[in-house]
Structures are given as structure tokens and as C-alpha cells.
């Protein structure tokens, strides 16, 4: 109650801040809006539906380009630690990839796939996969040899091994290297929305794209509001819980 | 052993050796050695690092196996892996992801035959015999050392093997905790009939818990010497008896490996 109560009051004091800044007309209104009109925007946008459309648009395109990067990097993570041939192979692809912030990967995207869907997924795609394919392979690579051992006294073998023994051991690095895709998806989706618009969907960069041309400030600054809600959210309620059972289970700080 | 009357030993290990590889050539690590164990013996192994007693109880459990010669269980050969050779690490070995219970269920899980509640009872009843049935939804970090090492006891013991393998299970835990835990292996291996194979390196545990205890000494890892150890049980580690024979075999030990 009283961690609540000192948040709120840290985050009312900040907008309070911002607002007394503002009204202290050291800066233009049109280069800094003040919260009372940023928050106009944001109420209009909400009760023209412009913002919630937008999110779902993004948000789709994100969830998406994530799912098929984990779904895709968590498999070839363990083939890359188990085989020395992958590793030495796709293992150094992925490392140098994953260098390479995403948006980067867009002008080739916009040629082989066109101003589509498609293109966006690509580079979301890219912006996931390498990183959830290290954290794994790391994972899996520092699985102390003795749960392998232990489980195969057992009776464990193959598949059920992968199962219930390898995936769950390296769950602590599988949960961060998601947790990294995430971010880099979420960024490289949002320079790609702001540097190429579609006509399949405006998302939330487009959003910030057309403040920017139309030098709307406030809808600038209200749009990034609500990504930084978002990524907070998705913090929450998509990693909070994992980390939270980690946490319980093997009595890991994260 | 040559009498064909008597029954087949339990475990016997035939004419085994077992060479490794590193980067300096090939290392003998036991050399060629024939051992056998009788049904519901207690027989420990001890030696100092290096002696290849590890490496034997690593054949017997099939997790590696000899360069030559083979290890029959019941007259047949180990090939490989097996839940009625249950191993205890030194390590515990646990699985953090699992609680306590969720640990002991896993070797369960692997056997035919048992239904949901059936698995649950089962593994109930031997995180009882270990003295943990308050703990059955606990974390694994949550644990102390000797509590860590009941739940790998338990989860050895719940698929019913006939042969334990234990690997220097009780080596880092205090004085205190492991007298407890001797007192706890003796009464269940007792009442349970098991057949143990008992790898340590501290003379005083196994002259406490062995029927027979077979000393190794290294370069390369071969057995040496036999004793058989007919103290009455249940056995006290601080017994003075049991001290006179440890002593014994604490100079034969040295006297192999000056």
C-alpha cells in the first residue's frame, strides 16, 4: 500500500513538474504540449477509436512476428547447443544477426516482400528470432550435465528428456531470452511503422509519423505515452508471472 | 562364486575395465576388475579420488559404459540406464522446476503401471519414510543440504529399485545431519532388502553402514583389499568397535596408496 501510494506520488509529481514547465512558456507549445493537451488527444483519439485501431494494428503485427520468432528460435536454440556442426554454423549466423538491429533488415524487406503485411512481420521476425535462439542455445549449453544424468537413471530418454528436463532446466535463460526478443521486436517494429507506412494499417508508428508531418505534438507525445503503457503492460502480465514463478522456485532474483 | 549350486550373484561385474580419453593420451581410470554383489548386500566402495570407484558405480548404473568386459544384473547385461539400478548423487541432483513432491513423482511417471493416484501415494509414502511428508510442496532451494538429500533418497527409492547406487551421497553434509541420515539408510536398506553399492571415501561411514567394504586405490583404479564388516546393526558411527575396524582399514588404505 504505502509502495503504491509512493508511486503514485512520484508519477503525480512528475506530470505536475511537466505541466508547471510548460506553463513557464520557455519553450513553444507546438514544440512542447502540456499535459492537459496531450491528454485531449489522447481522450478524443480514444472516443474516435483512431488509438484503439491503431494499437491492435500494432500490437497484432508484434504478437505475431514474436510468436513465429520464439516459436522458431526455441527449436533451432537446441539443436545449435546440442550439435558442434550448427553451432559453428548457424550459431555464428545468429550471433552476428543479432547484432544487427532489425530495422536495418527493412529496405531488403520492403523489396522482396513489397509495401505488405508481410514486410513488417519479416522485420519483426528478425528482431526476435536471433535473440531467442542465444538465450536458448546459452541455456541449454550451461545445463549442469547432472539433471541429464539424474533423469536418465530414471528412465528418461530422447523426447522426454527435451520435455520435461532440458526445456524446463534452461527455463531461466529461455524466460530472459524472451524476454530481450520482445523488446527488440517492440523497437524494431516501431522504427519500421515510422519509416514505412502501409496502407494495410495505420499502427502506432504511422501514428507518430503523422503527428511528426503534421506537427502535432501533442498526439506525438500522447502516442508514446501509449507505447511505453504498452511495453510496460507486456512486462506485466507476459514475463511478471514466469519470472515470479522462477523466482519462487529456484529462489532466483529476476 | 564357482559353486553352481549358489544362487547368481545380485550384480557382477565381469572382467571390467574402463579407459578414458584427454588430451594427453588414454587414462586407465579402473583396470580390469571382477566384483560380485549378493542380493541385499551392503557393500561400500572406498578409495581416494582418483581410485575409479566413481567410475565403477557409473558402469554398474549403465550411464557409461566399459571398454571391456560387461556388468550383469540378475545374469543379464546392463546396457544401459535402467530403474531398477536407482542412482543418489553427490549432488543432490534435484530438479529445481519441480517441488518436492513433483521430484519424487518424476521417476514415478517413467514407470508403467501406476495410475495418477497410485504415483502420488507411492511417493507420499516414501517422502514419509525420509521424514519430508510436511514439506511435499516445497522448493527445492528451500531446503536444507540433509532435507535436499532425503528427497533424493526418496525419489531413488520410490520406483521400487532392487539395487541402490549412491555416489558420496552424504559427503557435503555436517556431522549432525549425516549421522541422522545413516541412521535413516540403514533402517529403510534393512527393511527394504535393497541391494547398495556405496561409493565413499571416508573409512568410519562405510565400516557404519557396510556388509563388506572394498578398498580401491588409484594409478590405475583397481580393488586391493576386502573386509567384511560383521558388526551387529543397527550401527552408531560412534561405536568404539566400529572405530578398531576403521582404523584397520585406514592403514591398509595408506599402505596401498603410499
Same mark, same amino acid.
Given at each position: 500500500?504505502?509502495? $503504491? ?36 488527444? $489522447?481522450?478524443?483519439? $480514444? ?95 550451461? $545445463? ?34 524472451? =524476454? ?55 512486462? =506485466? ?18 | 562364486?564357482?559353486? /553352481? ?13 574402463? !579407459? *578414458? ?9 579402473? +583396470? !580390469?576388475?571382477?566384483?560380485?554383489? +549378493? ?15 566413481? !567410475? @565403477? ?9 566399459? !571398454? &571391456? ?19 543418489? *548423487? ?8 519441480? +517441488? ?14 501406476? +495410475? ?24 527445492? &532451494? ?29 559427503? %557435503?553434509?555436517? %556431522? ?20 547398495? @553399492? *556405496?561409493?565413499? &571415501? ?27 564388516? %560383521?558388526? /551387529? ?6 561405536? /568404539? ?14 599402505? &596401498?596408496?603410499?
Amino acid at each position: 500500500m504505502k509502495r $503504491l501510494f509512493i508511486a503514485t506520488a512520484f508519477f503525480a509529481l512528475l506530470v505536475l513538474a511537466w505541466h508547471l514547465l510548460v506553463r513557464a512558456e520557455i519553450w513553444s507549445p507546438v514544440l512542447l504540449p502540456g499535459p492537459a493537451a496531450v491528454g485531449e488527444y $489522447l481522450w478524443a483519439s $480514444l472516443l474516435d477509436g483512431g488509438l484503439a485501431s491503431s494499437s491492435w494494428v500494432t500490437l497484432k503485427r508484434l504478437m505475431i512476428g514474436y510468436l513465429i520468432g520464439c516459436l522458431a528460435g526455441l527449436p533451432l536454440g537446441m539443436l545449435t547447443a546440442r550439435s558442434n556442426t550448427l553451432n559453428d554454423t548457424l550459431g555464428v549466423l545468429a550471433l552476428g544477426l543479432q547484432t544487427l538491429p532489425s530495422v536495418c533488415w527493412v529496405p531488403l524487406a520492403l523489396i522482396w516482400f513489397g509495401q505488405s503485411e508481410s514486410a513488417m512481420l519479416f522485420v519483426v521476425v528478425m528482431g526476435t528470432l536471433w535473440s531467442v535462439l542465444i538465450s536458448v542455445d546459452n541455456g541449454v549449453r550451461n $545445463l549442469p550435465p547432472i539433471y541429464t544424468r539424474a533423469a536418465r537413471t530414471m528412465g528418461s530418454t530422447g523426447f522426454h528428456t527435451l520435455r520435461h528436463v532440458i526445456l524446463p532446466a534452461s527455463m531461466p535463460y529461455v524466460i530472459s531470452g524472451m =524476454k530481450q526478443g520482445w523488446a527488440f521486436a517492440w523497437r524494431s517494429l516501431m522504427a519500421a511503422e515510422i519509416y514505412v507506412t502501409l496502407l494495410s494499417g495505420y499502427g502506432l508508428g504511422h501514428l507518430l509519423h503523422f503527428g511528426r508531418e503534421l506537427n502535432a505534438m501533442e498526439q506525438v507525445t500522447g502516442v508514446m505515452l501509449v507505447i511505453v503503457l504498452i511495453g510496460l503492460l507486456a512486462d =506485466k502480465i507476459l514475463f511478471s508471472p514466469w519470472e515470479r514463478f522462477l523466482h519462487r522456485r529456484w529462489g532466483l532474483n529476476g | 562364486m564357482n559353486d /553352481p549350486q549358489a544362487p547368481p550373484a545380485k550384480l557382477l561385474i565381469d572382467g571390467v575395465n574402463k !579407459t *578414458f580419453r584427454n588430451s594427453r593420451g588414454e587414462v586407465l581410470a579402473l +583396470d !580390469t576388475t571382477t566384483l560380485a554383489v +549378493d542380493e541385499g548386500e551392503f557393500v561400500c566402495l572406498v578409495g581416494p579420488s582418483g581410485c575409479g570407484k566413481s !567410475t @565403477l558405480l557409473n558402469l554398474v548404473s549403465g550411464l557409461d559404459t566399459p !571398454t &571391456h568386459g560387461r556388468v550383469l544384473m540378475d545374469g543379464n547385461p546392463v546396457t544401459g540406464p535402467g530403474s531398477e539400478r536407482m542412482v543418489m *548423487f553427490q549432488e543432490h541432483a534435484l530438479f529445481p522446476w519441480l +517441488d518436492v513432491l513433483g521430484n519424487v513423482l518424476f521417476g514415478l511417471k517413467l514407470k508403467p503401471g501406476l +495410475d495418477a493416484k497410485e504415483r502420488v501415494d507411492v511417493a507420499k509414502y516414501y517422502l514419509k519414510l525420509v521424514g519430508l511428508e510436511r514439506f511435499l510442496k516445497a522448493s527445492i &532451494h528451500e531446503l536444507s543440504g540433509g532435507m535436499r538429500q532425503r528427497v533424493a533418497l526418496a525419489r531413488a527409492l520410490a520406483p521400487n529399485p532392487r539395487v541402490l547406487l549412491m555416489d558420496e551421497p552424504f559427503a %557435503a553434509l555436517d %556431522a549432525m545431519t549425516r549421522e541422522q541420515l545413516y541412521a535413516d539408510l540403514q533402517k529403510i536398506s534393512a527393511a527394504q532388502k535393497k541391494t547398495v @553399492l *556405496f561409493v565413499t &571415501h571416508n573409512v568410519r561411514e562405510a565400516v557404519c553402514l557396510g556388509d563388506r567394504v572394498i578398498l580401491f586405490s588409484p594409478n590405475p583404479g583397481r580393488i586391493r583389499e576386502q573386509f567384511k564388516v %560383521a558388526l /551387529p546393526r543397527p550401527r552408531d558411527i560412534n561405536d /568404539p568397535a566400529l572405530s578398531v575396524l576403521a582404523g584397520e582399514i585406514t592403514r591398509a588404505l595408506k599402505s &596401498h596408496t603410499a
